[in-house]
Structure formats: C-alpha cells, structure tokens
C-alpha cells in the first residue's frame, strides 16, 4: 500500500532553529530551498536531507513548527493540530504533526477507508499545496485526532507523483552512494514509535490500512521491547519500527512511562561510523557507543546525547546497501521535484 516515509519529523516551537541545531550537531545538509513556508499556511517547515541525492536517501528529516496565525488555507487545521498535541502530552521531548506516507495507490486507499466507515479528512486544495493531504482518525466535522484508525502513529497520506521523485529512486536495486566520504551520512533508516499494545496498532494497521509488517514481530531481550518493522515497497526508505517495551526500566520502558508513546529514535547510517565519531567530537556534539547493540543486529551503534538535540534522539550506525523487497508477513485475521530543487512536500 505505502511506499516509502516521506520524513522523521519534529514539531517543534521554532522550526527554523532546530533545523540550524540539526545541520551543526550532526552535519544533515540544508539549503534554503528546502526550506518552507507559505502565508495562508502558518507555518513553517525543513526538508534536510542527510544525503543529496533523494534517490539515494527518500526519507528526509523535517522540523516543523506551526504559527499562531490564522490558518487560511486549511481552517481545521489548527484544531486537529491541538488535538495531536494534546494527545501526545505537551511536555513530550519528541512530538509529530503526522508520520507522513507516501503511496501511489491513494484512491484504492481512500475507497477502503470509506467502505468501513473509517474517520478520514482530505484537506482542501489551495493554490500553494493543489494536491491531496490525508489524515485519518479525524473528519472535517470532528477534527480532532483519535487513535481508532492507525494505533497512535497519527497517519498522513500523501500521493507520490507532485513530489517529483527522481525516476531513480525507484529502481532495483536501490541506487547507492558514489565514493562516499568517511563520516559521510547515507539515508535515515528507521523511525522508532513507541506503542503501549504492539498487537493492538497491528490489527488496526492490517484491517484500516492494509499496512503489515516486513516480517515476524521480534522480540529484543537486549533492548527490552519487542518490535515490528513496517514494509515499504521501496527498500531504501525508512521503516517505521513500531515498538512495545517489554520491560519498566530499561530505556524504551523509562521513556514510555515517563513520556508516553508517540516518536521515538530517528536512525542514520554512516560510511565509516568511526568517522563519524570523529565528525561528531569535532563538532562538540557528545555521545555514547553501542559497540554491539540487538538492534542493529549485534553491530556497534552511536547514540547522540539528546540534551545536545532539545530532546530528539539521533542514532548513527554502519551503512549497508538496502536488500531487496520483502514480501509481508501476515494478514488481516492473524494480527488482532528533481535532485537539488524545491518539491512539493508535506505540509502540515
């Protein structure tokens, strides 16, 4: 159904700030085309990308803060926006405005929501954002976000063609980095989102969104939460890693419990992760090492220390080249713009 996660975004107060955090922190490239803000939309929004090429590297990372202006282009937004504050907790360190999707196949996913009588709202068009923006858990009628549809993950849907993805992106294999320089960051490869009931997001993912899981659910004993990959059709995008803590205390357990669910880490990988510690200590950005962490499969893991990142949980680990597709596990009844330009983006 998906193919790819657009971004990890940040919503955050002032989003022009983060992203200067980000770029210096952790060297992700900007440039002010990617840069967003249109004025009967209020706010104001980031694509940096941690490779130059989308071809290379789709998902991208975007801070996003919202202004408290009038919101011509979109009147439900600002309380559907409230209601996701809400829902998440304002003092939540890490909080989304939507895990935004990506598919080619909008209509057949529109048509399924409506025949079960699913909650859903398409914003309307303007003349800055002329194509289809799709959340769900909420109506025009009702626009406050609640969790029947999508198990928390506060799903938006996006259609792939205005973006204008490079023809490459979609070829196979992937396309990977050339001479890539030691240090250097090649793609996001997952975004982590806590979840109280793994089971439960899962049958409404399987039954709402026909969105499964790229194979069995698994359950790191390390890490102390058990975890189900979500498949794209695109390898080289980022998973969504949909987590349950098995434990109280250790960090995916302390974090739920004292924040509760909603974004968790966001992964890079790396060329040379050595490298990369010493681009990091140059900076002055302070971390830790994982020198075998289960969730990379025993490999060594960089942690950013998030009181250098306002919060946000930043991960490093050695790049390998994507694998190909992997066909979904499950069903329903088991599981209760071109390279260097401005594109059409998720907005809001």
């Given amino acids: 159904m998906f193919q790819f996660l657009l971004t990890a975004d940040f919503m955050v107060p002032d989003a022009?700030?983060?992203?200067?955090?980000?770029?210096?922190?952790?060297?992700?490239?900007?440039?002010?085309?990617?840069?967003?803000?249109?004025?009967?939309?209020p706010y104001v929004a980031h694509f940096l990308r941690v490779h130059k090429?989308?071809?290379?590297?789709?998902?991208r990372i975007e801070p996003q803060g919202h202004l408290d202006k009038p919101n011509h282009g979109d009147p439900h937004f600002p309380a559907f926006l409230k209601s996701l504050e809400t829902f998440q907790g304002e003092h939540r360190p890490i909080k989304t405005h939507s895990l935004v999707l990506i598919t080619d196949r909008l209509d057949d996913l529109v048509q399924r929501?409506?025949?079960?009588?699913?909650?859903?709202?398409?914003?309307?068009?303007?003349?800055?954002?002329?194509?289809?923006?799709?959340?769900?858990?909420?109506?025009?009628?009702?626009?406050?976000y609640e969790p029947s549809v999508d198990g928390g993950l506060c799903v938006e849907v996006l259609p792939v063609d205005p973006l204008q993805m490079p023809a490459e992106t979609?070829?196979?294999?992937?396309?990977?980095?050339?001479?890539?320089?030691?240090?250097?960051?090649?793609?996001?490869?997952?975004r982590g989102v806590l979840v109280r009931d793994l089971d439960d997001t899962l049958r409404k993912l399987s039954t709402n969104l026909d969105w499964e899981p790229a194979?069995?659910?698994?359950?790191?004993?390390?890490?102390?939460?058990?975890?189900?990959?979500?498949?794209?059709?695109?390898?080289?995008?980022?998973?969504?890693?949909v987590l349950e803590p098995t434990v109280?205390?250790?960090?995916?357990?302390?974090?739920?419990?004292?924040?509760?669910?909603?974004?968790?880490?966001?992964?890079?990988?790396?060329?040379?992760?050595?490298?990369?510690?010493?681009?990091?200590?140059?900076?002055?950005?302070?971390?830790?090492?994982?020198?075998?962490?289960?969730?990379?499969?025993?490999?060594?893991?960089?942690?950013?220390?998030?009181?250098?990142?306002?919060g946000a949980l930043f991960e490093f680990?050695?790049?390998?080249?994507?694998?190909?597709?992997?066909t979904p596990e499950g069903d329903s009844d088991d599981r209760a713009v071109t390279e260097g330009a401005s594109h059409v983006q998720s907005v809001q």
């Fill in 16 to 41: 022009d700030a983060t992203a200067a955090l980000l770029v210096k922190t952790l060297g992700i490239k900007e440039h002010p085309r990617w840069r967003q803000a249109f004025p009967d939309h």
């Fill in 53 to 59: 090429s989308l071809a290379v590297a789709p998902t």
């Fill in 113 to 144: 929501l409506t025949r079960r009588r699913l909650p859903f709202r398409i914003a309307p068009m303007t003349p800055e954002m002329p194509w289809v923006r799709l959340w769900v858990g909420v109506t025009p009628e009702n626009p406050h």
């Fill in 170 to 190: 979609f070829t196979a294999p992937p396309p990977e980095p050339r001479d890539p320089a030691p240090g250097e960051l090649v793609r996001v490869t997952a």
């Fill in 215 to 241: 194979g069995p659910v698994e359950h790191l004993r390390e890490e102390g939460y058990r975890r189900a990959r979500m498949a794209f059709t695109l390898p080289h995008s980022a998973s969504v890693d």
């Fill in 248 to 310: 109280w205390d250790g960090e995916a357990g302390a974090y739920l419990h004292s924040w509760g669910p909603g974004p968790y880490y966001t992964r890079i990988s790396v060329h040379d992760l050595e490298a990369k510690a010493a681009d990091l200590e140059s900076r002055g950005t302070p971390f830790t090492w994982v020198r075998e962490s289960e969730s990379v499969g025993g490999a060594s893991l960089i942690k950013v220390d998030p009181r250098a990142l306002d």
């Fill in 317 to 326: 680990h050695e790049h390998h080249a994507a694998p190909l597709p992997a």
